[in-house]
């Protein structure tokens, strides 16, 4: 099986790292709003992904973390004084939407589904290693980590200090923190100010009060729920850089061990009205609206249309093609027996196996279903549709 590595910028033949499996984080939502579409695409094209490599007979071990807290005023923690009401509730509540959002998509679970919040040892831990190798520095009661001692610091980006800096501020809200050495220093572990308000979390630490950073709480979760080194690393292209690029000096920075993630994949971007289908830009579709009025089956056959590394645009247009594509399908199905031909999987197989290709693979279904193959049944639930 062939797979784009951003990593390398290329195709690469896939060989984990430890023969028969295979070991993927995925990173996980910040929950203070609803799943848009373009959450649903990120974890719909991994879930294919498990899907067929536990068909192809892996043993997966898949982690994904919630972000609900973080170094970050915004977010969480600004919705919660907003609304008025505690942050891990403001988290619980869209964790929980998030969950019903992605099960009526037949969304596979995570094997290790983590909170950040309950990871504050996994974490410290962490920051204790890179202090002790003096890859971090403390300042009062904060620590970041000091980038210039990473020497291969941007290699999955490849972006240099001035392209960083450009795009940092939409990520971080302390590049001007006079405490730091570097403006792209990573804050580790965020200290509580005096006078802090109060909806404003706090856990103890070696170092004081305070919060940890985003990007070491993905490290941290990730080595204690899947081992130093794992497969896959997967995410939105938007988190290639700042928060991918700090996971990875974090975690081998403080292991040793290279690389962290053999493959890192980035899945494409959704695009509504012209525009990146984003909060600040208003422009989401919500899944749950979706539900209302097309099948999960119909909204998996409109994700799956689109490569996963490839960025796409929603129209409802689309969508009702999808819906009837699938009610086509659905009908011939209900009138097969389910077996299942070698032939047809090798045939199925080496069109996912190029990069995991489910727009071809999805033409390939619609043959089969025009055919009355009795063959398609056993198909169409690897790549997870319902049946
Ligand atoms: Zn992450």
């Given at each position: ?8 910028g ?8 430890s ?81 019903t ?13 983590l ?16 202090l ?29 200090q ?16 006079p ?16 006078n ?41 292209r ?19 061990k ?58 409802e ?11 086509f ?5 209900a ?49 997870g549709?319902?049946?």
């Amino acid at each position: 099986m062939k797979i784009f590595n951003s990593l390398s910028g290329r195709l690469e033949e896939f060989k984990p790292l430890s023969k028969g499996k295979v070991n993927i984080y995925v990173c996980g939502i910040t929950p203070y709003d609803t799943t848009h579409l373009g959450h649903a695409f990120t974890y719909i094209s991994f879930d294919v992904l498990i899907r067929y490599l536990k068909f192809k007979g892996f043993n997966v071990n898949y982690t994904q973390n919630v972000t609900d807290i973080n170094d970050r005023d915004k977010d969480i923690l600004e919705r919660a004084k907003k609304l008025n009401v505690p942050w891990n509730k403001l988290a619980d509540f869209w964790t929980q939407k998030f969950l019903t959002d992605m099960a009526a998509l037949n969304w596979v679970f995570p094997n290790h589904y983590l909170k950040a919040s309950k990871q504050i040892p996994q974490v410290i831990d962490l920051i204790q290693k890179l202090l002790k190798k003096s890859l971090a520095y403390r300042v009062n009661d904060s620590v970041y980590l000091d980038i210039s001692k990473i020497s291969d610091y941007g290699k999955l980006s490849e972006y240099n200090q001035a392209k960083m800096l450009k795009i940092a501020p939409n990520f971080e809200e302390d590049l001007e923190c006079p405490e730091k050495r570097n403006p792209l220093d990573i804050t580790l572990w965020r200290a509580t100010k005096p006078n802090q308000p109060a909806h404003i979390p706090s856990f103890p630490s070696p170092y004081g009060a305070g919060r940890p950073g985003w990007h070491i709480e993905c490290s941290a979760i990730s080595i204690s729920s899947l081992g130093e080194q794992i497969d896959i690393h997967g995410g939105g292209r938007d988190l290639k850089f700042p928060h991918h690029e700090a996971e990875i000096a974090q975690s081998e920075g403080a292991t040793g061990k290279i690389p962290f993630a053999k493959y890192w994949l980035h899945t494409g971007v959704v695009y509504y009205q012209g525009e990146k289908m984003s909060k600040s830009k208003g422009n989401l579709v919500m899944v749950s609206e979706l539900l209302k009025k097309y099948s999960c089956n119909a909204i998996r056959w409109l994700l799956l249309s689109h490569r996963w590394n490839k960025t796409w645009e929603f129209t409802e247009e689309k969508l009702i093609k999808a819906q009837k594509k699938v009610d086509f399908i659905e009908k011939i199905l209900a009138l097969q027996n389910n077996t299942s031909q070698s032939e047809l999987i090798h045939q199925f197989t080496q069109i996912l196996d190029n990069n995991l290709d489910t727009p071809k693979a999805l033409q390939f279904l619609l043959r089969l279903a025009k055919q009355n193959n009795p063959g398609l049944k056993k198909l169409y639930e690897v790549l997870g549709f319902l049946n």
